[in-house]
């Protein structure tokens, strides 16, 4: 399958990293609301509306048929709660040799490259083996097939005058190469939860199209630092990987409905206070509405 962003096809050869046009920061809560739980998350389940509201998806699409995916009741979920840790995972590792992902700056515009598979890291094997334990809850049965993923961002992205909703599909793409998309699933629930991914977070959709709907598993152990960026929004704006002083990732409480703050972060290699999105292990995990104009693919 084709995506292809709807912009001017951009220039190849790389440019020094663009300066960061910042607009007049967003108010943002105060940190230090301190670590989550991983075995009692949050269900994110009816938080999906048509308004931006901090720990909410304002999502483009607010209704949502059942489809059946998922085939039973999910263990590791207890009321309005889930255990991450006590959560399956769908069996294999199928590696990607031809995996590719390109990042350049030029012209204005952030060129990202890449055919959707996973840079560095295995895949589940898909569709879901009936002897894999996973097929008795979510019997996906898409394969991964490459993308031709290629997006043109602004480089120097910018608030837009008030924020927009988040649609099914590709919200981002991640420093791995693969699409991000929003926390729900196709019920509208909080696919973290509900949905089996494999070990690194990840499965394809009916058209092959593998993504994650929160940060890889496999992503987050490379960002070990205080800030790290792991990402982009189609609105250009980055996705950070940030820690408080004792190593936490931040959390619903220190962000904005958007679920993004603004703070110094490492820009294109120059420090700047500018705006981004983070990830939690809260829903809606990474972005739940676009603070910037998003590119539609």
């Known amino acids: 399958m084709l995506l292809l962003a709807a912009c001017a096809s951009p220039t190849t050869t790389p440019t020094a990293a663009a300066t960061v046009a910042t ?61 991450e840790t006590a959560k399956i995972a769908v069996e294999g590792s199928v590696n990607w040799s031809q995996a590719s992902y390109s990042m350049q700056v030029s012209g204005g515009q952030r ?27 979510d019997r996906n049965p898409n394969s991964v097939q490459p993308q031709a993923i290629h997006y043109s961002l602004p480089a120097n992205p910018t608030l837009a005058p008030s924020p927009t909703c988040v649609g099914m599909g590709p919200i981002g793409v991640l420093t791995d190469g693969v699409l991000l998309f929003n926390a729900l699933d196709a019920e509208g629930r909080d696919a973290q939860a509900h949905e089996v991914q494999d070990r690194c977070g990840g499965h394809p959709q009916m058209n092959g199209m593998y993504h994650y709907h929160g940060v890889s598993p496999c992503l987050m152990r490379t960002a070990t630092g205080s800030s790290t960026l792991i990402g982009y929004a189609l609105d250009g704006f980055g996705i950070y990987v940030e820690r408080d002083a004792n190593g936490a990732l931040l959390t619903d409480a220190d962000l904005d409905a958007c679920h993004g703050r603004t703070s110094i972060v490492t820009w294109d290699g120059k420090q700047v206070s500018m705006y981004h999105y983070d990830a939690t292990a809260e829903y809606p995990y990474t972005v739940g509405c676009f603070m910037g104009a998003p590119v539609r693919g």
Do not use: M
């Open 23 to 83: 607009s007049a920061p967003t108010s943002s809560a105060s940190a230090g609301s301190g670590a989550v739980s991983l075995t009692a998350l949050p269900l994110g389940d009816g938080h999906v509306g048509s308004r931006p509201q901090v720990g909410w998806v304002y999502a483009c699409q607010t209704t949502f048929p059942p489809r059946g995916g998922a085939q039973g009741a999910d263990p590791w979920i207890h009321g309005s709660t889930w255990d």
């Open 111 to 137: 060129v990202i490259v890449s055919n959707d598979l996973p840079v560095g890291y295995p895949t589940g094997s898909f569709p879901i083996q009936f002897a894999d334990p996973a097929f008795q809850l």
